[in-house]
């Protein structure tokens, strides 16, 4: 049963920089598609950033040039450095990676397994 587990999420004031880490258990990530995903209070989950097996990378407008999806395989993590947060990056982030997926995509409706998620809040 793989099991997805982020952490890293926090409170920051606006231009602050948080690290987000999703670790697998069960699960190899040189061969899956992976992403990160948010959702706020009142809002549709969202897709972020994803990365495939190719290291090639894809990510919302909203984010592109503040955010950066990266993994370790050796440590099985998925990580989403965020830098010069605002307000509107304020969401519960959750990681999400499935094995059929060729290419990084930000539709969530693909990724099979997803993890608990964790808060992001910028003041």
């Known amino acids: 049963h793989v099991q997805l587990v982020e952490s890293g999420g926090g409170s920051v004031q606006t231009g602050g920089s948080l690290a987000l880490s999703c670790v697998a258990a069960?699960?190899?990530?040189?061969?899956?598609?992976m992403g990160w995903f948010r959702q706020a209070p009142g809002k549709e989950r969202e897709g972020v950033a994803s990365?495939?097996?190719?290291?090639?990378?894809r990510y919302a407008a909203s984010v592109k040039g503040r955010f950066t999806i990266s993994t370790d395989n050796v440590k099985n993590s998925l990580y989403l450095q965020m830098n010069n947060l605002k307000p509107e990056d304020s969401a519960m982030y959750y990681c999400?990676?499935?094995?059929?997926?060729?290419?990084?995509?930000?539709?969530?409706?693909?990724?099979?397994?997803w993890g608990q998620g964790t808060q992001v809040t910028v003041s």
């Open positions: 990365i495939d097996s190719l290291s090639s990378t």
């Open positions: 069960k699960l190899t990530y040189s061969s899956n598609c």
């Open positions: 999400a990676a499935d094995p059929r997926v060729v290419s990084a995509t930000l539709e969530d409706w693909v990724y099979s397994f």
